[in-house]
C-alpha cells in the first residue's frame, strides 16, 4: 500500500521560508516522478512543482526562482524548500505520485502566509 505523509506546514510572516517534507513508503520510490500541489479555499487544485525519477525538475510560473522540488531516493522523501512566501502561497499542499496507473495523495500540510 502506498503510503504519503507530508509534514512542515505552518504559518510564516510574507518573505518568510518554510520546507515542506514528504514521506513515502509501499513504491519503488526511485523509478516515480512525485508532484507537490496546492489548494486554496475557492480553487482548484494547482501542480506546484514536480520532480522525476532523473531528477529534472519542472514548477509553475508563480513559483519559479523561489521554491525548489528535491528529492532523496535512500530516505524515500521529496522536499519544497519554499523562500520569499507571498500571502497568494496560502494553501493546503499535498504530495502526489502516479504509481502503477493510479493517483496517490498525502493528507495535506496546511501554509498560510500572513503578517
Known amino acids: 500500500q502506498v503510503r504519503l505523509v507530508e509534514s512542515g506546514g505552518g504559518l510564516v510572516q510574507p518573505g518568510g521560508s518554510l520546507r515542506l517534507s514528504c514521506a513515502t513508503s509501499?513504491?519503488?520510490?526511485?523509478?516515480?516522478?512525485m508532484d507537490w500541489y496546492r489548494q486554496a479555499p475557492g480553487n482548484q487544485r494547482e501542480l506546484v512543482a514536480t520532480i522525476n525519477s532523473s531528477g529534472a525538475t519542472n514548477y509553475v510560473d508563480s513559483v519559479k526562482g523561489r521554491f525548489t522540488i528535491s528529492r532523496n531516493n535512500i530516505r524515500w522523501t521529496v522536499d519544497l524548500q519554499m523562500n520569499s512566501l507571498k500571502p497568494e502561497d496560502t494553501a493546503v499542499y499535498y504530495c502526489h505520485t502516479r504509481y502503477r496507473a493510479m493517483d496517490f495523495w498525502g493528507q495535506g500540510t496546511q501554509v498560510t502566509v500572513s503578517s
Open positions: 509501499g513504491m519503488n520510490f526511485k523509478l516515480y516522478a
